[in-house]
Structure formats: structure tokens, C-alpha cells
């Protein structure tokens, strides 16, 4: 799975790369935790996360522009 982020309608390369996805399994999809490898324990995002979206397809970033544009106004 492919795996973008984005801050203020912005993608933030900055941990492009990093993540690797298996949605192979039926597993909860969850966010803000998950297993660190090689560290022996879990980790936990400390901070907010807001407005997650999950797409059938990748956005480009012109689209992903665009909803931050169109959400900020509402």
C-alpha cells in the first residue's frame, strides 16, 4: 500500500519511504500505534491526527490540494 502524507494540502516527503504497508490480512487498519520493529515494544503517535481519509486510488497532489482548499473553507 501506498503511503502519503500531508500537511496543509502539502505532501510532506519527509517520511516518504519509511512506511511499508502489508493490507494482505484482515487485520484492523489503526493509526497513531503500532508495532515497532527492533525495539521490542509498541509505539504511539504523540500528537492529533485530523481529517484521515483512505481512497480507492492514489491522489495526485493536485487533488490532494484541492479537498485542503475546499475543507478549509467550510
Known amino acids: 500500500m501506498l503511503f502519503r502524507s500531508y500537511l496543509d494540502g502539502k ?4 517520511e ?9 490480512n484482515r487485520a484492523p487498519l489503526r493509526f497513531g500505534t503500532g508495532v515497532c520493529a527492533g525495539q521490542g515494544g509498541s509505539t504511539h503517535f504523540d500528537g492529533q491526527l485530523d481529517e484521515v ?11 490532494v490540494g484541492e479537498l485542503f482548499i475546499t475543507e478549509k473553507g467550510r
Open 53 to 63: 481519509r483512505i481512497f480507492n486510488r492514489a491522489l495526485t497532489d493536485a487533488e
Open 11 to 14: 505532501r510532506d516527503v519527509s
Open 16 to 24: 516518504e519511504g519509511k512506511r511499508v504497508f502489508d493490507v494482505s
